[in-house]
């Protein structure tokens, strides 16, 4: 069984947008996973199709209904289905490399994209949804976090990354960000490429690029510096 992707947005002609293109749009092509798009509106009841309203106790913006998205969700996944319901949200659980490592193991998602300055609360709960932000920034909505949640997933699909490798040794799978890239021509612009990468020792070269991660890693981002010490104490002797 390939990944089963649902989306319910509003805005579904965002969709596939950049999955539809390289890597994931070829994924998607060869059907190493699904991506099924819904449009919330179309589980409106009134004339106007409305799926918003005021906030309860005042306050600007608007809501998205909870009948309505419940009603949307509950059409593209019913109480049985094992895959789990995610709402992008910028209130949600940091995305990590871990959580897309953990929902590429599983059979799919089901993204709610919201909009507005929220969705009722009561929805959230009534169907289990799990919020999951990009980063510290507020988006005009969810559609472009959910391109990137699914992007950051697709990739690790079986199959999906020619070189398996590179998946192993770049940033966050080693707990250190990547180090420097170097190819052709040997000079340009009168910058040079490092010595050591054109040696031909291969244990220098290692020895070199784990150096320059670590240090890229120091500079850049001391927490997961700190996370990497804490988690494995320096070996003795
Ligand atoms: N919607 C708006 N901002 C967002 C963010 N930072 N992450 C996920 N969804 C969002």
Not at 68 to 78: E, F, G, Q, T, Y
Not at 180 to 198: A, F, I, K, M
Request: hydrophobic share 35%; proline share 7%; net charge negative.
């Amino acid at each position: 069984m390939s990944f089963e992707a649902s989306v319910l947005t509003l805005y579904p002609d965002m969709f596939p947008g950049t999955l539809g293109q390289a890597l994931a749009g070829k994924a998607l092509k060869s059907g190493a996973w699904s991506l099924d798009i819904t449009q919330i509106r179309d589980f409106a009841t009134d004339r106007h199709r409305s799926v918003d309203d005021t906030p309860a106790g005042g306050g600007a913006g608007m809501v998205l209904r909870p009948d309505i998205l419940a009603r949307a969700i509950d059409h593209v996944s019913p109480a049985d289905d094992d895959r789990p319901r995610l709402l992008m949200s910028p209130r949600g659980k940091p995305l990590t490399q871990e959580m897309v490592r953990n929902l590429a193991t599983g059979p799919g998602a089901v993204i709610v994209c919201g909009r507005f300055e929220g969705v009722d609360e009561r929805v959230i709960g009534a169907r289990q949804l799990t919020e999951v932000s990009i980063g510290d920034y507020v988006l005009s909505g969810g559609e472009v976090a959910a391109q990137v949640l699914l992007d950051a997933i697709v990739r690790l699909l079986p199959g999906v990354m020619g070189n398996a490798v590179s998946g192993q040794t770049e940033s966050f799978e080693t707990g250190l960000l990547e180090h420097p890239h170097y190819t052709r021509p040997s000079e340009w612009e009168g910058r040079t490429v490092p010595d050591v990468l054109t040696s031909g020792n291969h244990a220098k070269i290692e020895a070199w690029r784990r150096e320059q991660a670590e240090h890229l890693t120091r500079e850049r981002r001391p927490d997961l510096w700190q996370a990497r010490a804490r988690k494995k104490p320096p070996s003795h002797g």
